[in-house]
Nanobody, 118 residues
Framework: QVQLVVSGGGFVQAGGSLTLSCVAS????????MRWYRQAPGKQRELVAS??????????DYVAAVRGRFTMSVDYANNTISLEMNNLKPEDTAVYFC?????????WGQGTQVTVAS
């Protein structure tokens, strides 16, 4: 399995920004898909953003609640998957996880806490 190290969480006021990073232990170029999930207290884990390769084309999708505020990106040179989060809202408070599928196996990062105060 791929080792994924997640960082970048923290505490911000509503309207603030954070960028999460997920560094993989191996090349991410062949991983497909790559995803960010979150889990708020008492709630099920939710898919937030996903990057899927179909042929030569990359598709990035977002859950409606974050569309227009979050941006997922990848840095192949540094094996890093990022999630830029802007205009954060209290309802974005959750533990955020990155997730990849590589060689048919799914791997999860350890999660990072994001807390947004109103």
């Amino acid at each position: 399995q791929v080792q994924l190290v997640v960082s970048g969480g923290g505490f911000v006021q509503a309207g603030g920004s954070l960028t999460l990073s997920c560094v993989a232990s191996e090349k991410i170029v062949s991983m497909n898909p790559m995803r960010w999930y979150r889990q708020a207290p008492g709630k099920q884990r939710e898919l937030v953003a996903s990057l899927t390769r179909r042929g030569p084309t990359l598709f990035v999708d977002y859950v409606a609640a974050v569309r227009g505020r979050f941006t997922m990106s990848v840095d192949y040179a540094n094996n890093t998957i990022s999630l830029e989060m802007n205009n954060l809202k209290p309802e974005d408070t959750a533990v955020y996880f990155c997730n990849v599928v590589a060689r048919g196996l799914e791997s999860w990062g350890q999660g990072t806490q994001v807390t947004v105060a109103s």
